[in-house]
């Protein structure tokens, strides 16, 4: 049960119908866990039905279920991915330099005004979207199947930019029905041509941060942000680890991928050490790469950090709580394309001070200098510097404890998670019914 979801505006979406899809398989990532949260946050404040398609790497999990969620009934409908091409598909990795130059020939070359008007825009309309490894055949005929046997009110898409999400957004139009599109990364991302073509199509367009917005959405995008259970992720519900740790621990969960920073921290690690400040780096999340895992292994034996760390694996919901509260420091010093990260929020939310790089939105995911610190992206020394502080100094580790418990309970409640997407689902409904484009 969640107990911080009381308004005297709940019922907003009683009788309606969403139907929504995502690349999530289960409920074990970031994403999974964002519509998880959410979807029992509305549950707590609305009556009434969701439809989720997700998909499924194996055919003999393609079942369909129901369950309930306080006042939501949500039905999962599983769609078939060949499982080789989950592992290749686009993940949101650190943008390459030919990432960044692709997007700055589209926004300032094919999207400047007099060419976008002149070849661009009629371009787009008629522009194919490429499929990309992961996507589900079919999503397009599982749409309109279900359009047809539920009485949707609203599609809400979670991943955009591929051939699947094309799909859905016709199917979605020859139906009469409004779709709301929910973008889950750094919004640079969103510059891109297929994104573009498709946020045109889209009655209302949101994302989880309002930084880096494309010029061409601004009047119209939306941040709904993020939000944790904050009764949950409360530092006297954790349980003692079950080793004890001489030295303080340095936290990174995330998957064991390049982008996620890794080999940063245990650059921090190292300057720690020869400053005689000891640590233990714990990395939790499953390992992407067994290679890259490796190659940490190896470069901790070299900086003389090989007793100092620990890979810990894909943590549930309570070990991470443990971590959380065992930990001194959250590190993530990632150069992925991120939303908002939300593990900036259960951290803080468990009285834990996070360092992070300043990349997509993690800015809007603490009050740097209270609690926690941004650090330019590269900066492993600046980074050291933050981390030894609050290592040291007690007084300071407290007071962004402190600060930042306080800061979660205010802005990244579920009950303000679910008043931001009911207004957000509201206003593109009341804009559909008035024939005019959501802002």
């Given at each position: 049960m969640i107990s911080d979801l009381s308004s005297p505006r709940e019922g907003r979406l009683n009788g309606l119908t969403i139907l929504r899809y995502a690349h999530t398989s289960g409920n074990a990532g970031g994403l999974e866990q964002y519509i998880f949260n959410l979807t029992r946050a509305l549950g707590e404040r609305n009556q009434f039905a969701t439809?989720?398609?997700?998909?499924?790497?194996?055919?003999?999990?393609?079942?369909?279920?129901?369950?309930?969620?306080?006042?939501?009934?949500?039905?999962?409908?599983?769609?078939?991915?060949?499982?080789?091409?989950?592992?290749?598909?686009?993940?949101?990795?650190?943008?390459?330099?030919?990432?960044?130059?692709?997007?700055?020939?589209?926004?300032?070359v094919l999207c400047a005004p007099p060419v976008y008007q002149m070849f661009t825009k009629n371009y787009l309309r008629h522009r194919k979207v490429p499929r990309q490894p992961g996507e589900p055949q079919g999503a397009g005929a599982k749409t309109r199947e279900l359009l047809r046997r539920f009485n949707v009110n609203l599609i809400v898409l979670h991943s955009s930019g591929g051939a699947d999400a094309?799909?859905?957004?016709?199917?979605?139009?020859?139906?009469?029905?409004?779709?709301?599109?929910?973008?889950?990364?750094?919004?640079?991302?969103?510059?891109?041509?297929?994104?573009?073509?498709?946020?045109?199509?889209?009655?209302?367009?949101?994302?989880?941060?309002?930084?880096?917005?494309?010029?061409?959405?601004?009047?119209r995008f939306c941040n709904v942000s993020d939000g944790v259970d904050t009764e949950f992720f409360r530092a006297d519900k954790a349980a003692p680890l079950p080793e004890n740790y001489s030295t303080p621990i340095l936290l990174l969960p995330a998957r064991i991928t390049p982008s996620k920073g890794q080999i940063d921290l245990l650059k921090v690690a190292s300057v720690l050490k020869k400053r005689r400040v000891p640590v233990t780096v714990a990395f939790a999340g499953r390992?992407?790469?067994?290679?890259?895992?490796?190659?940490?292994?190896?470069?901790?034996?070299?900086?003389?950090?090989?007793?100092?760390?620990?890979?810990?694996?894909q943590l549930d919901a309570e070990q991470l709580r443990d971590w959380y509260a065992a930990a001194r420091v959250l590190v993530f010093p990632t150069s992925h394309h991120e939303g908002l990260p939300r593990i900036l929020m259960e951290?803080?939310?468990?009285?834990?001070?996070?360092?992070?790089?300043?990349?997509?939105?993690?800015?809007?995911?603490?009050?740097?200098?209270?609690?926690?610190?941004?650090?330019?992206?590269?900066?492993?020394?600046?980074?050291?510097?933050?981390?030894?502080?609050?290592?040291?100094?007690?007084?300071?580790?407290?007071?962004?404890?402190?600060?930042?418990?306080?800061?979660?309970?205010?802005?990244?409640?579920?009950?303000?998670?679910?008043?931001?997407?009911?207004?957000?689902?509201?206003?593109?409904?009341?804009?559909h019914r008035n024939g005019a484009v959501a802002n």
């Open positions: 439809i989720q398609m997700e998909i499924i790497d194996k055919k003999e999990r393609l079942v369909e279920t129901t369950a309930s969620h306080g006042g939501c009934r949500l039905t999962k409908i599983p769609l078939f991915v060949v499982p080789d091409s989950l592992e290749k598909s686009v993940s949101g990795e650190s943008a390459s330099v030919s990432d960044k130059l692709k997007s700055w020939l589209v926004e300032n094309s799909e859905i957004l016709a199917e979605a139009e020859q139906a009469g029905v409004p779709v709301a599109l929910l973008h889950h990364f750094a919004n640079d991302r969103l510059a891109g041509l297929s994104m573009r073509r498709q946020m045109a199509s889209a009655a209302g367009v949101a994302g989880v941060c309002g930084k880096n917005v494309p010029n061409y959405l601004r009047s390992v992407d790469s067994p290679a890259f895992e490796k190659e940490l292994r190896q470069m901790a034996e070299r900086e003389g950090l090989a007793g100092q760390i620990e890979f810990i694996g951290c803080q939310a468990m009285g834990l001070p996070p360092v992070v790089y300043d990349i997509g939105g993690t800015s809007e995911g603490l009050l740097d200098g209270r609690t926690g610190f941004l650090i330019p992206p590269g900066d492993v020394r600046r980074m050291a510097d933050a981390v030894e502080s609050l290592v040291k100094n007690d007084s300071l580790r407290a007071d962004m404890s402190q600060a930042g418990r306080r800061f979660v309970e205010e802005h990244f409640s579920l009950r303000s998670l679910a008043e931001r997407h009911e207004d957000f689902y509201l206003s593109v409904l009341a804009a």
